[in-house]
């Protein structure tokens, strides 16, 4: 086995092969998932909590039926009703689980950092369903395994990410990973949504979409983040969606077998065309929601065989 890391917090410290070999693993669990009896028992007797301080009913609910299908005893914490809100810390909140004695954490957070911390204080597995402005590995992950699935290769592809780089850990953990499997990434935005570190993440920037789609293979359009916006990064949404909205015209000028890929929850007629968005040719986003439960049974099956060696390791 060529995956060895106690948690899953980010695509930055994974190494390609690492990265294959989960991906590998995740099309197992792909054809797993379209059988009538979709139920392994490889995380029988473990426990998965699912820790969501920030709402996502989408990765929340793929974690959840991840768990579930591979036979763990899965536990959902209301965090946004909890004692948190009563002032409760993160080191509190840390022993609190060691007491409970889980194998397998998932946590989401609003702060950058806050999962990586959380890491160092319990004793179990964490995997980061998203933290801050930082990462989101399980997202890019998935969104690699349905590129690879479409394209039949994961390297040396032309692939645009377009919209509200600035605020989304999406974009980061995917520049991250797309650029270890050896692609040429792209963003594309106006300059109030780019990160200002933009220029030292190794990728080309453009402004004017239909020159930054010029030849790719991959369209991957990103949601406008409001909730992380505190001033007016566009003009308005219709002004976005004219020079930044995914739509048959803009994407004409990319490859005529580009894929069009979103992360959800989209804004129609704002980041992307409906009817564009819906095009069983063109877009496959719909195959981005099944990799994301096939991709969290990969994820949470490596980990659990680390603990279970670890465990047996520590026993001699």
């Given at each position: 086995?060529?995956?060895?890391?106690?948690?899953?917090?980010?695509?930055?410290?994974?190494?390609?092969?690492?990265?294959?070999?989960?991906?590998?693993?995740?099309?197992?669990?792909?054809?797993?998932?379209?059988?009538?009896?979709?139920?392994s028992d490889?995380?029988?007797?473990l426990t998965q909590i699912n820790m969501f301080f920030e709402a996502s009913t989408r990765t929340q609910a793929s974690f959840e039926l991840a768990g579930k299908r591979l036979g763990a005893d899965v536990m959902n914490?209301?965090?946004?009703?909890?004692?948190?809100?009563?002032?409760?810390?993160l080191i509190d909140?840390?022993?609190?689980?060691?007491?409970?004695?889980?194998?397998?954490?998932?946590?989401?957070?609003?702060?950058s950092g806050a999962v990586d911390l959380l890491a160092q204080k319990v004793n179990c597995a964490v995997l980061n369903a998203g933290d801050g402005r930082h990462e989101h590995p399980t997202q890019a992950l998935l969104d690699a395994l349905t590129i690879r699935r479409a394209k039949g290769r994961l390297h040396r592809l032309n692939v645009a990410i377009c919209?509200?780089?600035?605020?989304?850990?999406?974009?980061?953990?995917?520049?991250?990973?797309?650029?270890?499997?050896?692609?040429?990434?792209r963003l594309i935005g106006p300059p109030t949504l780019m990160p200002s570190e933009v220029r030292e993440l190794g990728v080309e920037v453009f402004e004017d979409m239909r020159e930054g789609l010029t030849g790719c293979d991959v369209v991957m359009m990103l949601r406008l983040q409001k909730e992380r916006m505190d001033g007016g990064?566009?003009?308005?949404?219709?002004?976005?969606?004219?020079?930044?909205?995914?739509?048959?015209e803009k994407l004409a000028y990319a490859k005529d077998d580009a894929i069009v890929m979103h992360p959800g929850p989209m804004n129609r007629g704002v980041e992307i065309d409906g009817i564009l968005a819906d095009d069983i040719n063109r877009s496959?986003?719909?195959?981005?929601?099944?990799?994301?439960?096939?991709?969290?049974?990969?994820?949470?099956?490596?980990?659990?065989?680390?603990?279970r060696a670890a465990a047996t390791d520590g026993a001699a």
């Open positions: 086995m060529t995956y060895r890391a106690r948690h899953l917090l980010g695509i930055e410290p994974l190494h390609p092969v690492e990265i294959t070999t989960l991906l590998d693993l995740a099309d197992t669990y792909v054809d797993l998932n379209r059988q009538a009896v979709k139920h490889v995380l029988a007797g914490m209301a965090m946004q009703a909890s004692s948190i809100k009563k002032g409760e810390t909140t840390a022993l609190t689980l060691n007491a409970m004695h889980p194998d397998l954490l998932v946590v989401r957070h609003p702060n919209g509200d780089i600035a605020h989304s850990r999406v974009a980061r953990s995917n520049i991250l990973l797309l650029g270890k499997m050896e692609n040429r990434v990064f566009i003009p308005s949404e219709r002004e976005y969606y004219h020079r930044y909205g995914l739509d048959p496959v986003i719909q195959e981005q929601v099944e990799m994301g439960v096939a991709v969290r049974m990969a994820a949470m099956d490596l980990l659990a065989r680390n603990l």
